[in-house]
């Protein structure tokens, strides 16, 4: 018995030391570890949640990778153990030491930890995507190693509100929000002004209840997403706006199984175009349309600007509809040609100013 | 005098033996996890040898880092010694992390409501975690002893309750002027970082929480094997039954039990969140809790071991980032690779049962 075990041992030993050899051998020049100072190499540091979230992770990483492929860069991206600020620096430590000098950070979480970091690594740069570096006192400080990137969302929302309310022409919608911050907020008041627009307008009754605006309080509840839908959809709700990361990719797929019995239902995505996300049966989606922010156009510019070298460090850029920096997908399968020329009407009147979007709470619900 | 002399030292080899035993078997739980963990990393396609360089390089390349391993152990020294104290009076213990979440709840309310001098308001804040950690264990404690409600189900139910109270209370109480989902910035004088300490290890996370956890790990020691309290403890963990015929309250002691291994988990919260953290986020059951039970696991459930095991994780999770940074493994791999290796590394029993097994049936042959 014992004579086996130490014979399988053995055997497991040599199997693996030839593996080690072999994929060292294939493994050599590509590693990752190479000192090749002048080359820029790109790194991310993930918010909460996965790389693959569908949303603000994955719409990063993707501008990421576009550059990377674009300019032949080396990128890398990291997963904090956890979300305070210290987990975020160690990382954005981890990934400066292994000579990547251009890092990216989506989220305002990362508000603190790029204060300190612009300080401490002053030859790395620094793209923060939903806030300003600030030492916990909210009063910006960006320095000219980095660039701060702000979204108009409730622009953003305001045009998915709007086409929902047009698609529908009636009913009840709700919205499921992450974590109760700016931008997911804003999204929210956007969505709502949006859907007040459309019936002042053009005479839509399409309307929210303040019980079905809901913020789950994570990003990554994957259950809790499904599980609020679930009770919305019960209630009569047709569409629910779903800004909320993972949380959201619950309720994209309580959507998708009721489709397939034959409901009514739909989910308005967030970020990212989700259309694929929500496909259920052949080509057909229950993603009505996508509030959508130019994450990964954002990541990319900024990562090309430094290419070109016209970084624009110390700024805080904002991107909103003047810039195409938000609005819906430019292909809708599920809104009629009608509603995406309005969409598309009011898309200009708020790009050159006749039309002006909150973003405060007002009289809105939430 | 000389049968004497030789039984002492008799009893002194034995216990020798004891010792050397248990931390041999944990040794080779970690060798075959770390074994395990080379195996997937192969198993991926990517080399082990450089993984794990970089996986050590990382925790230990530079006395920030070692700080940062330092520091990241620091909760888990708790947490492991809650669930290792509790162990060893036949409970288990799964709701460290709402232990912790309340401990550190109950040390930023302090640290945020009262405005006094550092040496002051640090012991009283401690002392806040530490009371607030074991009241949350009392009550599964004083369930189990009253009404025999399985610990097990009472203090994940707390687990819950735990982050459900933080999720009201912060944002109702201790909000900054803008997030809803986290408390106000822990100020200075509230902290358990300690800015001299701060710059003798280059910048990194470690605080005060490191002495006072190998303050506790003293304590644990000295009350398991040195007072009564301890021997009774233990005694009702070895036999219920034996121990109530021999006039030792069970009960009392359950409750006891439950009440120190939830104050030292209300400890590690303060560790947590106002030391390594500098603040309090809504929404997130830390994991220390359950990482604690593998570490309670590997030490063996002594309170020497517990500190030992800590330290090994936290070179494991500080390292992590780096060997992501600096090889082609992903950081998904990465956590698969950090979990095979805990879960090997927690199977110390199962290596021991061999070990024993084994050893009988050599004994048999002879």
Known sequence: MFKKGLLFMLAFVLVASMAVGCTSRTNTGGNGDGKSEDSLKVGMVTDAGTIDDKSFNQGTWEGVVKAGNEFGLETRYLKPVGTTEAHYITEIGNLVDAGYKFIVCPGFKFETAIFQAQERYPDAKFVLIDGYPHAGDWAPVVAANTVSIFFAEHESGFLAGLATALELQEGEVGFIGGMEIPPVQKFNWGFQQGLLYASENFGTNVTVKAENVIYQGTFDNVAAGQQLAAQMYDKGVKAIFAAAGGVGVGSINEAKARAKDGDDVWIVGVDVDQYAEGIYEGNKSIILTSAMKQIDQAAYDMIKAEKEGVFPGGEILLFTAANDGIGIPKENPNLSADVMAKVAEAFNMIKNGTLVISDVQGDLIK | MKPNTGKYVQQLRAIKVTINKEYVLAFVAVILGL??????????????????????????????????????????????????????????????????????????????????????????????????????????????????????????????????????????????????????????????????????????????????????????????????????????????????????????????????????AGLGGATFYVGYASNMQIGVLPSHGFDGIAVALLGANTPLGVLGASVFFGLLHTGKGFMNAMTRIPPEIADTVMATIIYFAATSIMVERVWTRWRAKRGGVR
């Not at chain 2, 080399?47 to 990382?58: H, I, Q």
């Not at chain 2, 309750?161 to 100020?187: C, D, M, N």
């Open chain 2, 35 to 264: 074994l395990a963990g080379a195996a997937l990393m192969l198993l991926t396609g990517n080399n082990p040898v450089s993984g794990y360089y970089y996986l050590f390089r990382g925790g230990l390349m530079n006395v920030e880092r070692v700080g940062n391993t330092l520091a990241t152990a620091t909760p888990l020294i708790f947490t492991g010694l809650s669930v290792a104290f509790a162990f060893r009076t036949g409970l288990f213990n799964i709701g460290a992390s709402g232990q912790m979440l309340i401990g550190g709840l109950f040390a930023t309310a302090v640290g945020l409501t009262l405005d006094w001098p550092k040496p002051l308001l640090l012991p009283v804040m401690v002392f806040a975690a530490l009371v607030g950690g074991g009241l949350w264990a009392a009550l599964p404690g004083w369930l189990k002893a009253r009404f025999n409600v399985h610990e097990v189900v009472a203090t994940i139910m707390m687990n819950w309750i735990a982050y459900w109270t933080v999720f009201y209370t912060v944002p109702r109480y201790f909000k900054g002027p803008f997030l809803e989902t986290e408390s106000q910035r822990i100020p200075y004088n509230a902290s358990l970082k300690l800015n001299s300490l701060t710059s003798l290890f280059g910048g990194s996370y470690i605080n005060l929480g490191i002495f006072i956890a190998l303050l506790f790990v003293l304590i644990a020691a000295v009350i398991l094997e040195r007072t009564t309290l301890g021997y009774e403890l233990k005694a009702v963990g070895f036999n219920r039954h034996a121990a109530e015929s021999a006039g030792i309250s069970v009960n009392k002691n359950i409750i006891l039990s439950m009440t120190i291994a939830g104050a030292l």
